[in-house]
């Protein structure tokens, strides 16, 4: 699979709770120029087949740990696909360099309990807010262009929640962790970048 | 901290960034005009967000009606 640039692999909980931080990384890397990519819609006995090539086509990936509570569903359970994605990316970057890959977490310092394995790595510590996403995804990236502001994403992501709703009606989807409703939120997002950032 | 990775790319156009969404053309105009690009034309060519103010009987002016 070819690597695009452009592509971001975003391992994150699909999990009701976690829907404005969901909507907050779409915008900011779709600000950002990204076209993010997710695991949402792959099912099947290949489906780690499929996870990994999809990192692989990606040069860079967010893993967002900050969900390593045990849900709410019995049997309650944590949840380790997100580690175990970045387990995969980690993997992949140590034989192909240019992939680059960046821990977001929620609370300062758990993650060294959390996964010891990556004392040294330097997590984005988001505080669990929409802002703190956005913020942090700056902090990991400056864009080729002119680098938009955090206030303009903010309005980026007010408009994008606003219109949620409707893009899940028309896919006809009860949540917004689907395949389909990920990807037309990807390209909302997209063009609210064209619509408020123009060319830049 | 270590420092932001300064990307090298231009962001793709909307037609692109569709195509790279795996979103048929269709469904793709359709999203673009539900957050308010209204140059998602019939021809899949996205016209300047400005108002045509000087020009009223150009075709994207004829087409917004």
Redesign the interface.
Known sequence: MAK????VFLNIPYDPQFTRLYLAYITALSA??F?PKATLGITGNRRLDRIASLIESCQ?SIHDLSRVQLDSHQPRTPRFNMPFELGLAVAWAKEHREH?WFVFESTRHRLNKSLSDLDGT?AYIHDGTVRGVIREV????????NQPTVPEMMKMYR??RR?AP??MK?AGALSMFTARVF??L???A??????HLG?R | MRAPVKLDFKPLSLEQTAKELGIPRKRALKIMEMFGVEGASRNGRRVSRRPHTAKTHSRSAKASR
């Open positions: 695009a640039k452009e592509a950002m120029g076209v860079y680059q330097d700056c902090n990991a990236f400056v864009s080729a262009g408009e994008l219109n409707e893009v028309r990807s037309d990807c390209l909302g997209a063009t609210l970048r064209s619509k060319n």
